[in-house]
């Protein structure tokens, strides 16, 4: 029982909470007031979605519903998600068309210099209880949307709304908007984390957070019981597209996030299929509501995306868990739920495959901390900022990479480097009569990591784990014998891509460009594709 209710303290902590009142405002003001002839576009990020489970499942002709998304629609194996691989990151990026470095919101779990204080949204029930309830409620329903997702950059749902265009987000972490809505914190919550009964904030014209922000109650019964998971589930935010369509009130451009699969995944690892086989139910029952799939398509731009891959994480007995503090054990590492002080020499923030570690002392040079940690085997690499240039050591040989922005190296985005030294460190093929390079075992890794050590303030390093390990803190969730993300390599990073209803193909295949892309769509008058 208690296992379950801190499910449920959780899945709190990540969606927030509204009052059980009837949203009939969401529900009117979604209406656009665009070109009835222009297609809506609904994006359904299906977290940890994967290619080689999809090309599995049609193969063994057991996913209808995307399999005809595919044979009628464009497909992409090779999308590059955003770094670190975790949820609020690549949201982030995906709203805003920008990686941490601007967006500014690091990973699930970060070190604030300026508040001298960890930010956690949610990582697992014993690091939350460790960190403090108050905090961490505060920090995922306050400050994330509010403040630390930067002001200064628009969101899509932000863009939309200067437009004119109506947008709607349900169960999306990342949600800010131009509309006002209240979250409003059950008294059970409100007790135990001292927060307000009721928290402004922005979002687009429909914002639906599981049960406890539902505008669809009293309109349409959802599944958003406890034993729903609170309304953060996959059925509810199908059925409430379901209802949008029905009632001809889709907004111009609908997020929707599927959670559902993630969760099997970390528990059985990336191979089981068990998930990927209900979401293509889910999927199918969608399109079935327009009438028929064919006429979905004609009625909709219908994109399925995943947010990261997964790679599996070894059983426990191989030894797949980095204790990080154990390998610095010389050091005074800030335990969880303590204050930062003047002894406090190391911080952790452990995000699953990959960590920012943070060093406080002066006489404990980045590089040192690096030169520790290098001697795991288990390690892939370890990277810090040192003024323009980035310094990436790999685990176990000490190689170094140093690359900084600018230069006479040009990769496939258009993007200018100079790269000294050991390139096969980040597996990059450069072609010095080119003036070009190439990526391979690491997507887009040189500007993706120059965005994570760029995304706050700190003298910190990124290390991430080989494949088949994790990092871990005193009370970081594992996953021994199940599946992790979080690194940068292809496994976690690459996810998959389909567009249907739309000709009309992405400029670059990276979740940071699918901002522009869906903007091009949403201000067109036709589309093609029909």
């Known amino acids: 029982m208690s296992r379950i209710l801190l499910s449920v303290f959780i899945l709190t902590i990540v969606i927030g909470c509204q009052n059980p009142k009837p949203k009939e405002q969401d529900l009117m003001r979604i209406k656009s007031a665009a070109d009835v002839n222009t297609k809506k576009v609904i994006l359904l990020m299906a977290d940890t979605l994967m290619a080689q489970s999809i090309d599995k499942g049609i193969k063994a002709q057991e996913l209808p519903a995307l399999k005809f998304l595919i044979d009628h629609g464009q497909y992409y194996k090779d999308l590059v998600s955003s770094f670190p691989t975790m949820s609020v990151t690549i949201d982030s990026s995906l709203l805003t068309g920008k990686y941490p470095d601007v967006h500014r919101v690091p990973g699930l779990t970060w070190y604030s210099a300026e508040s001298k204080k960890i930010i956690n949204y949610g990582t697992g029930p014993l690091e939350v209880l460790g960190h403090g309830i108050h905090p961490v409620l505060t920090d995922a329903l306050i400050h994330l ?39 409003s914190i059950p008294g059970w919550i409100q007790g135990t984390a001292s927060l307000p009964k009721e928290i402004q904030v922005k979002g687009p014209d429909l914002l639906s957070l599981g049960s406890l922000s539902n505008p669809f109650e009293g309109v349409e019964n959802l599944p958003d019981g406890l034993t729903n998971r609170l309304g953060m589930n996959n059925n509810f935010a199908i059925d409430a597209v379901k209802h949008l369509i029905q009632t001809h009130k889709l907004p111009d451009f609908l997020f929707v996030y599927l959670p559902d699969l993630d969760q099997k995944l970390h528990k059985k690892g990336p191979t089981d299929l068990n998930g990927v086989k209900k979401l293509d139910q889910q999927l199918g029952s969608l399109l079935k509501t327009f009438g028929s799939p064919e006429k979905a398509l004609k009625d909709a731009v219908i994109i399925v995306i995943g947010d990261s891959g997964m790679t599996p994480i070894l059983p426990a007995g191989q030894n797949p868990v980095i204790d990080l503090p154990a390998l610095l054990a010389d050091a005074r590492v ?39 940690l290098k001697d795991d085997p288990r390690i892939d690499f370890i990277a810090w900022k040192e003024k323009e240039w980035v310094n990436v050591m790999q685990g176990s040989t000490a190689k170094l990479l140093k690359f900084k922005a600018g230069g006479t190296l040009t990769d496939e985005y258009r993007q200018s480097w100079t790269v000294g030294q050991n390139s096969e460190v980040l597996d990059i093929k450069v072609n010095a009569a080119a003036h070009s390079l190439d990526y391979n075992e690491y997507p887009d890794v040189l500007k993706r990591l120059s965005g ?58 990276r979740m940071v460009d699918l901002k522009a892309y869906l903007l091009s769509l949403l201000t067109q008058k036709t589309h093609n594709g029909e």
């Open 334 to 372: 800030l335990r969880p739920g303590e204050d930062v002080s003047e002894e406090t020499e190391i911080i952790l923030a452990v995000n699953e495959t990959m960590a920012y570690v943070y060093s406080l002392k002066a006489d404990r040079s980045l590089s040192d901390v690096a030169a520790v």
């Open 145 to 183: 949307n509010g403040s630390h997702l930067n002001r200064n950059v628009p969101t899509i749902y932000e863009d939309l709304a200067r437009q004119g265009l109506k947008s709607g987000s349900i169960n999306g972490l990342i949600y800010r908007g131009a509309s006002d809505h209240k979250l």
């Open 452 to 509: 994570a050590l760029h995304s706050h303030k700190g003298e910190f390093l990124v290390v991430t784990a080989k494949p088949g390990y994790e990092l871990a803190d005193k009370a970081s969730p594992t996953h021994k014998g199940g599946g992790g993300h979080g690194s940068i390599r292809k496994m976690e990073s690459l996810v998959p891509l389909i567009i249907g209803g739309t000709d009309q193909k992405p400029e670059y295949l």
